[in-house]
């Protein structure tokens, strides 16, 4: 993680280097050159307004992906269900279809799925006004061995106890697309 302001200076003194690189292009007359001089400056000159603009405070690949590319946020229909599991309050969230997309890595072996990254999860949770997760999961399939664990991701140290994910096939029908998507989420209190 680097600090704004760091990242400022030294985008800001490349930027300067730039232009006096341009300077001295046209001063000797060495046109070979001033396209890559120009594309460079414009480069250097969208990271410093990027950076002018931006409100992190410590950049992180992370954390500029999330500002440049931000997840879609969509409203999704689902229905709200308390209950009890073996004596535990349990709280779940059915989505219809189509519910929140799911973007999912295949496993060493490509027998198992694994969620990366956590965005797309996150975003659906905050939409639900829970906490979020802090890190990826495999498919719970991969370390149980069981084929009804298919399809399903489970995080232990969740903040509000066990959260399991569910994914499914959805269909969109306005864009005659089917993907993978999160069909619900349930979480068991300790």
């Avoid at 300067?16 to 046209?26: A, M």
């Avoid at 009890?84 to 929140?100: K, L, M, N, Q």
């Avoid at 999961?137 to 991701?153: G, P």
């Amino acid at each position: 993680m680097v600090a704004t302001e760091t990242a400022k200076t030294v985008v800001l003194v490349l930027f300067g280097l730039c232009i006096l690189w341009i300077i001295i292009i046209v001063v000797k007359n060495d046109m070979q050159t001033i396209v890559r001089a120009l594309l460079v400056t414009a480069v250097m000159g969208l990271a410093l307004y990027f950076l002018n603009q931006t409100k992190l405070e410590k950049l992180s690949y992370t954390a500029v992906k999330n500002e440049l590319f931000p997840v879609k946020k969509r409203n999704y229909k689902f229905e709200f269900r308390e209950g009890y599991v073996a004596g535990r309050p349990t709280t779940t969230y059915i989505f219809e279809d189509p519910g929140p997309p799911l973007p999912q890595v295949m496993m060493n072996g490509g027998k198992y799925m694994a969620i990366k990254d956590v965005r797309w999860v996150n975003s659906v949770l905050k939409y639900l006004g829970l906490p979020p997760v802090a890190e990826g999961v495999d498919e719970l399939a991969s370390i149980t061995h069981q084929t009804i664990d298919a399809d399903k991701y489970r995080w232990d140290n969740y903040e509000k106890g066990v959260l399991l994910l569910e994914r499914g096939l959805c269909r969109d029908m306005t864009a005659a697309q089917i993907f993978t998507c999160i069909a619900r989420i349930t979480i068991y209190s300790r």
